[in-house]
């Protein structure tokens, strides 16, 4: 029996770049995916660019942000012990997954975009017809993919992540190295985003499935377990 592999992607930073401000990896971005794959027996694998621990931005650790099930998980320390033991992009660079998902947080605005190990993991499985997912800030690392033909990964595309807008409510705006709505659109995405902010928006075109904000976090990872399990195009390796 084929089992589906899951690639994790998430922050190594743990500042902003002014070095007070903490930031890291969105902990409910990351436990829901977990849940449902773990849930579906798949093999998961937890990359983060430079390999061991994976900051946790304490503000998602607040209770107004913290749901039940990342609540549960945070209490556990085999789950911590995963985070802080990630494997790097490097260690997975010559492996094929059947989804690669690419977790928010702010961190993922420093040491995602500009990676060119994360860069062609995700070329390599988007040309090979597999999921390439990304939520919140974790779409900052489609940014700069260049596809075989020359043209940004993202031009045409319908897809969504954490608004400018979002930016202010979350009071980040002067914090954030740059505005990832607006760069998305520069490189030709037609980016949508939910009429009332802060609230769930999944986009799914064909294989590339972004989700806007960290209350897309559930929802996002219903689809994209949905969309593997319905996708005839796993390559049983």
């Known amino acids: 029996m084929y089992i589906p592999k899951i690639l994790i992607v998430v922050t190594g930073t743990p500042t902003f770049a002014n ?20 849930n579906e027996g798949y093999e998961i694998t937890v990359a983060n660019p ?3 621990n994976t900051p946790v931005d304490p503000e998602s650790l607040k209770s107004i942000f913290l749901d039940e099930l990342s609540k549960k998980y945070w209490e556990t320390a ?5 985070l802080y033991h990630a494997k ?18 702010h961190g993922a605005m420093y040491d995602f975009p500009d990676n060119t190990v994360l860069q062609t993991i995700i070329r390599n499985h988007y040309e090979s017809n597999r999921i390439v997912s990304a939520i919140c800030h974790g779409v900052s ?25 979002e ?16 760069l998305l659109k520069e490189r030709g995405a037609y980016y949508q985003k939910a009429v009332i902010p802060m609230t769930p928006k999944v986009i799914v075109d064909n294989n590339l499935i972004t989700g806007q904000n960290p209350f897309s976090s559930k929802e996002m990872a219903e689809v994209v377990i949905r969309q593997l399990n319905e996708n005839s195009t796993i390559t049983k390796q």
């Open 88 to 105: 790097s992009l490097d260690d997975v660079l010559s492996q094929q997954f059947d989804v690669v998902y690419l977790a928010g947080g």
């Open 78 to 82: 085999d789950f911590k012990d995963m």
């Open 50 to 52: 430079r390999g061991g």
């Open 19 to 38: 070095g007070k401000l903490a930031t890291g990896l969105w902990l409910s971005e990351f436990a829901h995916i977990y849940h449902r794959a773990k």
């Open 167 to 182: 930016e202010s409510l979350a009071r980040r705006k002067e914090e954030v190295p740059f505005d990832l709505e607006a």
């Open 141 to 165: 690392g489609l940014l700069n993919v260049e596809l075989s033909g020359g043209e940004y990964l993202v031009k045409g595309k319908e897809l969504t992540g954490f608004s400018w807008f």
